[in-house]
């Protein structure tokens, strides 16, 4: 039910683009109410009025007690950068403030945000689906069909594929994991942690791209992730030189069609939706992105968010450990939470992200059928992240069909050969044999 509110009451339209399915889009007409609830959640969660504080003051005449003093320098280090550290509900009221704002700068017909949103590809031929292409690897497989340089099957390929559709197992091939990096400086899930210092995004996508990342995502709240839009604009310009088969999505605490707009008007390959901000929104906004043929990435904590996800027709679904709601890590939910997705090869694409600090969780997610990982931290300003982009790609997943068999430890080569020895990325002391690394 909160979860439900919290999306219904944040939501605000400014497209005229009729969605294609036709469930309404809540605005705060509708629902007068919510909004004003979630602002006393939001201030009760920090102890404090809406009103008014007495933290920090004392309540006679006299000088302040010790824990007044203690309070008060609470108070100081809190507010040190004029607000206090930013929750899900104090971001979602921040943006839906500024999203009026930039609807009235972006009001203009002729605007190019505007004309964006107004923009419908006709047919499957003018989307190249390069987001979906990029997260299952397209152009590293000669046998897919969506490869341009794929090759014919040989007469004993074609042979073993007929047996494979006769037992119902034509869907269960060998995967190929792919890496995307989260690129930003901060995040609403480590409050008031930098953790990253760069200059640009686009010298990091560059730089993480050309290392082998499949997808870049980039952060455009300046508050929430240190990002902004310019920055977007850069990353997609070096991706597009350091290689084309990449893709670039746009991160944001979307609340509002018109960053679909801002997302599209950019170049960006896709967009970031959170289905704990948009609630029952969430199918409006993916009718909305498919109009314009912008992909999306629909992110997931609970199991009754991937079933709406699901229920939407969302293509790529990621799960996250972090429960923004509470502001909680859970670093097992996307593990948990995987048998609720189709077998591998079908047409959800599925990631896993929130809290990978080390390849041991990315191979064990890998392992049990997503498609790809999502890392931030643990690369950002790191010298790690050769080995987690090599840990992902250098290697081939059993089907997705497999991950209840007990066959998580197993791992192969970039060939399917079964490799032995030690299971680390890149070379090691205590490896005795050039052929049991990888």
Known sequence: LLLSCCGAG?????????????????????LPSISTRSRLAFASKHHASPKS??????????????????????????????????????????????????????????????????????????????????????????????????????????????KLLDVGMADAAMRRGSFVVDIKRKSLSRPGEMFARFDDAGLVADAMVSLGADAVFVNVDYEAYGGDLSELKSAIRAVREANPNAAVVMKDIVVDEIQLGLAKEAGADGILLIAAVLGPALDNFLDQATCMGLETIVECHTSNEVQAALDALAQNIMVTNYDRVKGEYHPDQAYKLAGLFPGGGGPIITLAGGGIETTDQMKKLLAVGYDSVVVGKAVMGSTRAPEFIKCARDRTLLPAEFSQWGLEDMEFDPDGNYMEGPKTTVPSAGDEAPSSRN
């Open 53 to 162: 504080s007495t933290a920090g003051k004392s309540t006679c005449n006299g000088p302040p007690s010790a824990a007044a003093a203690r309070a008060s320098t609470g108070l100081s280090r809190l507010f040190a950068y004029g607000q206090p550290p930013e929750d899900l509900y104090g971001a979602i009221h921040r943006k839906e403030f500024q999203m009026k704002k930039l609807n009235a700068q972006h009001s203009r017909p002729s605007d190019p945000v505007r004309m964006a949103l107004g923009y419908a590809v006709e047919g499957l031929g003018g989307r190249d689906m390069k987001l979906a292409k990029a997260l299952r690897r397209v152009y590293d497989d000669p046998e897919n069909p969506a490869n341009p340089n794929a090759r014919s099957k040989t007469p004993e390929e074609e042979e073993r594929a007929a």
């Open 10 to 30: 944040v939501v605000t339209s400014a497209s005229s683009v009729a969605p294609v399915r036709s469930l309404p889009l809540p605005t705060h007409d509708v």
